[in-house]
């Protein structure tokens, strides 16, 4: 074995999103999510695994494991810490003061005059720090729950099932 494949030393976001992606998840929003980082960070991490050899995007843009990323072993350091990375922006407050209730993703876009993608933005990043969790993970923006709200929530499925009911 060479010395270069025995020495692979990952940092914390790199090593969670090729965990991510050995676990199936092929968007980057999805691998961000998973291992809880905002998307630029993710981005970040995905184009570093793609340099060593570890993941890459396949023709319709999903990322996927290669041969070697899915039985590497590796040693993780901890990122480079940023300053003032913590702080949240204009956005992200104001995206806090106005979830007092589960919302859906284009609600809030609507609510504060951004677009959705940047509601998507926020809103991975919110879920990166601890602040907000979905209520699909496999659709992560049909509802957004600031973290600690109790508020019961219908499942998508249910949702439909009321609405056609009362229609």
């Not at 990322?63 to 913590?86: E, I, L, M």
């Amino acid at each position: 074995m060479s010395s270069k494949l025995q020495g692979l030393v990952l940092t914390k976001s790199q090593a969670a999103c090729l965990i991510a992606v050995r676990h199936g998840k092929d968007s980057k929003t999805k691998i961000a999510i998973d291992a809880k980082l905002d998307l630029r960070n993710a981005a970040t991490a995905l184009r570093m695994l793609t340099r060593l050899g570890l993941a890459q995007q396949g023709r319709t843009e999903r990322w996927h494991t290669t041969g070697r990323g899915q039985t590497c072993r590796f040693k993780t350091v901890p990122d480079r810490a940023r300053r003032n990375s913590d702080l949240p922006g204009p956005g992200v407050r104001r995206l806090l003061k106005l979830l007092d209730r589960p919302m859906r993703g284009h609600e809030i876009a609507e609510q504060l005059g951004l677009s959705r993608q940047r509601v998507h933005q926020l809103v991975v990043k919110l879920h990166a720090q601890g602040h907000v969790t979905f209520g699909n993970p496999d659709q992560p923006f049909w509802m957004v729950i600031r973290t600690g709200d109790k508020t019961p929530l219908l499942s998508r499925d249910e949702a439909r099932v009321l609405s056609r009911a009362s229609a």
